[in-house]
C-alpha cells in the first residue's frame, strides 16, 4: 500500500507564498520515496481538513521562511 502523505497548500490569495512554496519539491520527493502525496488546501474548514488529513497516513509540515534579524 502506497502511504499517503498530506502537504499543507497556501491559500490561492497569497501569491508570495505560492512562489515561496517549496510544494512541487516536496511532493516529487515524496512520490521518489514511494509515497503519494495530497495536497491539503489551507482555506478549507477544520472538519475539512480533519476529514481530507484522515485519509492520510503522515504529514509533512514545512517551515516558513527565515526571516532576516536587523543587523
Not at 498530506?6 to 505560492?18: G, N, S, T, V
Not at 521518489?32 to 491539503?40: L, M, N, T, Y
Not at 474548514?45 to 509540515?61: F, H, K, M, W, Y
Amino acid at each position: 500500500m502506497t502511504p499517503r502523505i498530506a502537504i499543507p497548500r497556501p491559500y490561492q490569495h497569497q501569491p508570495r507564498l505560492q512562489t515561496a512554496s517549496r510544494g512541487p519539491q516536496y511532493a516529487e520527493a515524496i512520490t521518489r520515496a514511494g509515497g503519494e502525496p495530497v495536497k491539503i488546501p489551507l482555506d478549507l474548514s477544520p472538519r475539512e481538513t480533519a476529514d481530507l488529513i484522515n485519509t492520510c497516513q503522515g504529514v509533512l509540515l514545512p517551515g516558513s521562511p527565515r526571516r532576516r534579524q536587523p543587523a
